[in-house]
């Protein structure tokens, strides 16, 4: 199935110091490529894959879980510390979970976390009704383009896929258990307003991560996609700056300012 137009995975070569993007549920490489442009005008090694069953249709979401999305970027990762001395891995929503689960299972082969609105579970009675509804519906209305800044827009499904949805309860309750054994730096960045993953979400993941280097930052400007919403300059920069300061030499020349 053809790859919809701007939602193509995005690599870059560059130095020795490389950076992992994971994207988000029913979302693409597109809401990421500004990030992984910026951080690969740095001169980083970047990798933005497409998950499996994102960025064609939803019908071929249905047909893939958590363990085929976890499979792609763990693969990523490899390759990418066969080039690189220092990885680092990020994400956006359940790219963050990805991400995370990333650090706790590889451990010293992950220099450091970056996470932006990090989802950590699905909420509400929808979620307790999706081993039985998955059966009968097979999708309900999508969950893209939550962005404050006027004519943003995100590449992903206006339907999401219930059984795939399930699979991805299943997988937030499995990262949730393994947040312990991230002992990384970590840096998360949240909206202060998010219509899609509330903030809950990244208190619980600060309050189970065994991290002690751990920087919070609240962006007042942007809703869920902050990616791609009026804050994505303050996500760049705080971006190289974590990185800067945990590989020596990177975030040396100017940033690259995006409106």
Not at 73 to 80: I, T
Not at 120 to 126: A, E, S, W
Not at 134 to 144: A, D, K, M
Not at 199 to 227: K, P
């Amino acid at each position: 199935m053809p790859v919809l137009p701007g939602a193509e995975p995005y690599r870059r070569a560059g130095g020795e110091v490389g950076v992992l993007l994971c994207h988000g549920f029913t979302g693409s490489p597109q809401s990421l490529r500004p990030w992984a442009e910026s951080l690969a005008e740095q001169g980083l090694t970047v990798s933005l894959p497409l998950l499996p069953g994102h960025g064609t249709r939803w019908e071929d979401m249905q047909l893939t879980g958590w363990q085929d999305w976890y499979a792609e970027v763990d693969r990523e990762l490899r390759s990418l510390r066969e080039h690189c001395t220092r990885v680092f891995v990020a994400g956006l929503s359940m790219g963050g979970a990805l991400a995370l689960r990333l650090a706790a299972k590889h451990g010293e082969d992950v220099a450091g976390v970056l996470v932006v609105n990090p989802a950590n579970k699905i909420h509400g009675l929808f979620a307790y009704t999706l081993a039985v509804s998955r059966h009968f519906v097979r999708t309900v209305p999508g969950i893209v383009s939550d962005i404050a800044k006027e004519g943003g827009v995100e590449i992903g499904y206006d339907r999401v896929p219930l059984h795939a949805a399930h699979s991805l309860r299943t997988f937030f309750r499995l990262v949730d258990g393994e947040l312990p054994q991230v002992t990384q730096p970590l840096l998360l960045l949240r909206s202060a307003q998010d219509h899609t993953v509330p903030s809950a979400d990244s208190a619980r993941i600060l309050s189970r991560v065994s991290s002690t280097d751990v920087t919070e930052v609240v962006l007042e400007q942007s809703y869920h996609v902050a990616t791609l919403d009026h804050d994505a300059n303050r996500i760049f920069e705080e971006s190289l700056g974590f990185i800067g300061r945990l590989a020596t030499g990177v975030g040396k020349g100017r940033t690259t300012a995006r409106g």
